[in-house]
């Protein structure tokens, strides 16, 4: 069990591979200058949401020196969380990690509950 270091945050416990994956896309975000919105559950069932910046400090330690190779589907359904508006939800990231769903805050969007605009085609 690894942690997220955030500044002026309790660190965020997450298994070491959810960790590896989660810190890539969020360094990558900043790395672009772009604004990352993460939010997550505490201890105590309270709600946390950080809005990290390019300047953000931002750590992850982890428990193990090995790490699995990454998984490419997970990323890619990491990175539309974070790039959504409702930013990227840990605890959903948590619980839908073996799913499709993707793990965004606040509101539930699922590629599968996308629908086409009226009128558009799809040719």
């Known amino acids: 069990m690894g942690s997220l270091n955030l500044d002026g945050v309790v660190p965020i416990m997450l298994d070491d591979d959810l960790l ?3 810190f890539t896309v969020i360094t990558t975000k900043l790395r672009r200058k772009e604004p990352v919105l993460l939010s997550w559950s505490d201890e105590c069932g309270q709600e946390q949401r950080v ?3 390019p300047i953000t400090f931002i750590r992850a330690e982890f428990d193990s020196t090995v790490r699995a190779p990454r998984d490419r589907h997970l990323l890619d359904r990491l ?12 605890d959903a990231a948590v ?4 799913t499709d769903h ?3 805050g606040s509101f539930s969007l ?9 009128g558009a085609s799809t040719a």
């Not at 619980?95 to 073996?98: E, F, I, T, W, Y």
């Open 102 to 104: 993707i793990p965004t």
């Open 95 to 98: 619980a839908d990690r073996l």
């Open 20 to 22: 590896d994956h989660v």
């Open 51 to 53: 809005f990290l910046t």
């Open 79 to 90: 990175m539309i969380a974070v790039n959504s508006n409702s930013g990227l939800s840990l």
């Open 110 to 118: 699922y590629h599968h509950d996308i629908e086409e605009p009226s």
